[in-house]
């Protein structure tokens, strides 16, 4: 990036071209209204989060473990939170496609060290929550696309890494034993269709649908709590690996944290069950592609945006599935409305961290270059002869996967790259307040 902060004071005759410092906010009634609503929203989300702050205090306060969420991006996941009953804001969420981590993801690691040390210093330990999702009525169609559907890989992959996370973070004695255990991690399968998240132990599991109330009846919180408590310490007995190195208070404290959490999931399949909470999973319904951490994790609504994080280890390869999925959007909208307009947005956030807590600055070139690789790879796929006619075809299966029929799609030639648009901003760690610093045409 080269942003020059442009002086003549001292002879005034050298003419010197006007640069535009990216380092302003934009104007967000300067962009198109479309780009910009996501802005907006960004700055009441913002508000939202801030007044959430008391909250998460009190269940920091509250609990021996701090939650940390991995995800799938797939739209149908940004309720984890909510529906685990966490206050927004509260669990770090990390979301890749289908939690395909990699083996050495060092930018990962950082950030996820950094959240055991300040877990640590608090005298407390960090809570892996990994999540895998299916579709109990359609798990042919309507599972993870990043693992095609297939829910026994997705679990494979989950088993090894929910493993290898509680094998991994913990301080060995002379005799390898286990002295300090600082994560615990527990695989947690999401059927998105009922909203309930099953907790799985090393031989069973535990699944918020035997604790439904039968005919929609009200849920016995007193009653059930101490029911689910009961089942948890069989499903994940002390000798449980994961629990090494932790005394039996300590274990029995992690084990109500986690009931509270299934209770609290109970109730939130209770009312998406009773039609008290809407949910409409129809699956990758995206209109735009969120890139990044920092002020997306404030955009929980469902079926609205893709997220593809900046420490992915294959975030190109991310933004192109979310991408095709967009544009497949784009299209079913345009042969509804009979538009002319195509657009697939994509919005990069960091926030201010990058060299150190409130880098401003080297964040937003960080930013700059993500959506710049970005823009490059569109480009590259949209422009190349081979590669769009690749593209096209992935597009037109998709479309097809939706039952369109393929006499009926629009001629593709509508889709160039300027149907592909940047935004690029910055928010810091405190307000996740977004602010738009550059759009494409800057980069
Ligand atoms: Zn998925």
Known sequence: MQTTIVTSDTDPRISVPEEKLIYAELDLDGIDPEGAEIYR??????????????????????????????TCMDEKEQDTELALGLPNGLANVYQTAGNKLGDTNLVLRREFQSGIDRAFAAGKRVLVLFVTHESKCDPDHDSCAAWSHDGRAADENAIRQVRRFNRDYVDRGA????????????????????????????????????????????????????????????????????????????????????????????HFAHDVATGKTKSTK??????????????????????????????????????????????????????????????????????????????RCNSIAHAVDLARAIKHDWDERLSGREPRLRFLTELVDALKHDDVNPLEIPSLDILSPDSFRYYVSVSPRETRRPELVATGGDL
């Open 41 to 70: 929203e960004g700055a009441r989300l913002s508000e939202s989060y801030i007044a959430l702050e008391p909250e998460r205090q009190v269940y920091w306060n509250a609990n021996p473990c701090v939650p940390k969420l991995f």
């Open 175 to 266: 005799h390898l034993e286990v002295v300090q255990r600082h994560v615990i991690a527990v695989r947690l399968k999401s059927y998105t269709d009922f909203e309930t998240r099953v907790w799985h132990g090393e031989t069973a599991c535990i699944d918020p649908l035997e604790y439904m109330p039968r005919n929609g009846g009200p849920i016995d919180d007193k009653a059930l709590f101490p029911k689910v408590l009961r089942h948890f310490s069989d499903v994940f007995p002390q000798r449980d690996p994961r629990f090494s190195g932790l005394h039996a208070h300590e274990w029995s404290a992690v084990l109500g944290q986690m009931s509270h959490m299934f209770l609290a999931n109970i």
């Open 282 to 359: 129809a699956g990758h319904r995206g209109r735009c592609v969120l890139v990044g951490r920092g002020a997306w994790g404030n955009f929980i609504e469902v079926n609205r945006y893709f997220k593809v994080s900046d420490f992915t280890p294959d975030m190109l390869r991310e933004c192109r599935i979310a991408g095709k999925y967009v544009a497949k959007n784009a299209i079913l909208d345009l042969m509804r409305r009979d538009d002319t307009r195509l657009s697939v947005p994509f919005h990069v956030n960091v926030p201010y961290d990058l060299i150190r807590p409130g880098d």
